[in-house]
């Protein structure tokens, strides 16, 4: 795609064992320069050196009523911790729930400070659950999206991820068919796993600087969908649910056509009607947003193309990593279309 030569991609499975991430993608991208780092690394990698730090940040004073407080979920499949955040305006009423993944190197607090997802669902009155990687699962802390055997249903990190899900539906009152699923990087391609593993469970899905499902299949793969592109599986054996897409136009790190493949592989078989809408945030970030509607008008594609962002939350806080506080704001506009991707009538 942009005319370098071939990867010795032995040499980049060697180097990426040994820990030398920035080596690995030089050679993948065909120079001598290491490449910019982001929240998407593989399995067994330490750290991104020149990474921010993913350090605690402020606990942000919270409504009275309101909680964030730490759970576990266990199964055959393994065992997750995860943050549960219920607004103050819940009173036990069902209400729609919102599962965030978060991206490589960071943490369920950090995502939660950065993302501001905490505030809107005060504001709509919606939990948010934000499972936590393990360290033991990946060194990183990456949701294993290119890894085989966590793409498929019923297994590995997607059944943990789901498990984790109807636990929340156990311990407090989560609305019928208004669960959703959302990340960033490699949280935001395990998102896209997730509704094409679950399209029962997640009414609709968010994939900010991600991937499709089924992009990568190992290491190797994975590092070439980053860069090139990775189609994922277009066989039509994926359920199509509901997308919203987020992606930077000057992303280093997962190149921005991954956002058209996530939303040609989400796309369903009827015809739509298309919108598109040029914009500017109040940030001064431009951007292309193009909405697709089904016959009943009910958005089921969109994608957000921001114009000069690189990898990072849309919008977000500075209080949390890999975030662009100048962008349109990701975490409210995912909030609208889920929120208006529940069962028909709604």
């Given at each position: 795609?942009?005319?370098l030569?071939?990867?010795?991609?032995?040499?980049?499975?060697?180097?990426?064992?040994?820990?030398?991430?920035?080596?690995?993608m030089?050679?993948?991208?065909?120079r001598?320069?290491?490449?910019?780092?982001?929240?998407?690394?593989?399995r067994?990698?330490?750290?991104?050196?020149?990474?921010?730090?993913?350090?605690?940040?402020?606990?942000?004073?919270?409504?009275?009523?309101?909680?964030?407080?730490?759970?576990?979920?266990?199964?055959?499949?393994?065992s997750?911790?995860?943050?549960?955040?219920?607004?103050?305006?819940?009173?036990?009423?069902?209400?729609?729930?919102?599962?965030?993944?978060?991206?490589?190197?960071?943490?369920?607090?950090?995502?939660?400070?950065g993302?501001?997802?905490?505030?809107?669902?005060?504001d709509?009155?919606?939990?948010?659950?934000?499972?936590a990687?393990?360290?033991?699962?990946?060194?990183?802390?990456?949701?294993?999206?290119?890894?085989?055997?966590?793409?498929a249903r019923?297994?590995?990190?997607?059944?943990?991820?789901?498990?984790l899900?109807?636990?929340?539906?156990?311990?407090?009152?989560?609305?019928?068919?208004r669960?959703?699923?959302?990340?960033?990087?490699?949280?935001?391609?395990?998102?896209?796993?997730?509704?094409?593993?679950?399209?029962?469970v997640?009414?609709?899905?968010?994939v900010?600087?991600?991937?499709?499902?089924?992009?990568?299949?190992?290491?190797?793969?994975?590092?070439?969908?980053m860069?090139?592109?990775?189609?994922?599986?277009?066989?039509g054996?994926?359920?199509?649910?509901?997308?919203?897409?987020?992606?930077?136009?000057?992303?280093?790190?997962?190149?921005?056509?991954?956002?058209?493949?996530?939303?040609?592989?989400a796309?369903?078989t009827?015809?739509?009607?298309?919108?598109?809408?040029?914009g500017?945030?109040?940030?001064?970030?431009?951007?292309?947003?193009?909405?697709?509607?089904?016959?009943?008008?009910?958005?089921?594609?969109?994608?957000?193309?921001?114009?000069?962002?690189?990898?990072?939350?849309s919008?977000?806080?500075?209080?949390?990593?890999?975030?662009?506080?100048?962008?349109?704001?990701?975490?409210?506009?995912?909030?609208?279309?889920?929120?208006?991707?529940?069962?028909?009538g709604?």
């Amino acid at each position: 795609m942009f005319g370098l030569s071939k990867p010795d991609m032995a040499e980049v499975t060697r180097l990426t064992r040994e820990g030398r991430l920035h080596e690995a993608m030089a050679v993948l991208r065909g120079r001598a320069q290491g490449a910019p780092s982001g929240p998407v690394a593989g399995r067994r990698f330490p750290r991104l050196p020149d990474a921010p730090a993913a350090a605690p940040p402020p606990a942000a004073p919270r409504p009275d009523g309101a909680s964030f407080a730490e759970h576990r979920f266990t199964s055959a499949a393994g065992s997750r911790a995860y943050k549960l955040y219920i607004p103050s305006g819940y009173r036990g009423q069902p209400v729609p729930l919102i599962v965030m993944l978060h991206g490589c190197t960071q943490s369920p607090d950090d995502f939660a400070a950065g993302t501001r997802m905490n505030d809107v669902a005060e504001d709509a009155t919606f939990l948010v659950a934000y499972p936590a990687q393990t360290k033991a699962a990946n060194m990183s802390k990456c949701w294993n999206w290119f890894s085989a055997a966590d793409q498929a249903r019923g297994r590995g990190e997607p059944a943990l991820i789901a498990g984790l899900t109807a636990q929340v539906g156990e311990q407090v009152a989560v609305a019928r068919g208004r669960v959703f699923v959302a990340g960033l990087s490699a949280g935001g391609a395990a998102a896209a796993v997730m509704g094409a593993a679950y399209p029962d469970v997640y009414a609709g899905v968010g994939v900010h600087s991600g991937l499709a499902c089924g992009a990568a299949r190992d290491m190797p793969s994975a590092f070439a969908a980053m860069r090139d592109g990775g189609a994922g599986r277009v066989d039509g054996s994926l359920g199509s649910v509901p997308t919203i897409v987020f992606h930077g136009d000057r992303d280093a790190t997962v190149h921005p056509v991954n956002g058209d493949h996530v939303i040609s592989q989400a796309k369903p078989t009827e015809a739509l009607d298309v919108a598109v809408e040029q914009g500017r945030s109040v940030g001064g970030m431009a951007y292309t947003r193009r909405v697709q509607r089904n016959g009943s008008g009910r958005a089921v594609i969109e994608q957000w193309i921001l114009h000069g962002a690189g990898h990072a939350w849309s919008g977000g806080s500075p209080a949390g990593t890999y975030t662009d506080p100048r962008g349109p704001d990701a975490s409210r506009e995912m909030a609208r279309f889920f929120l208006g991707c529940g069962p028909a009538g709604d």
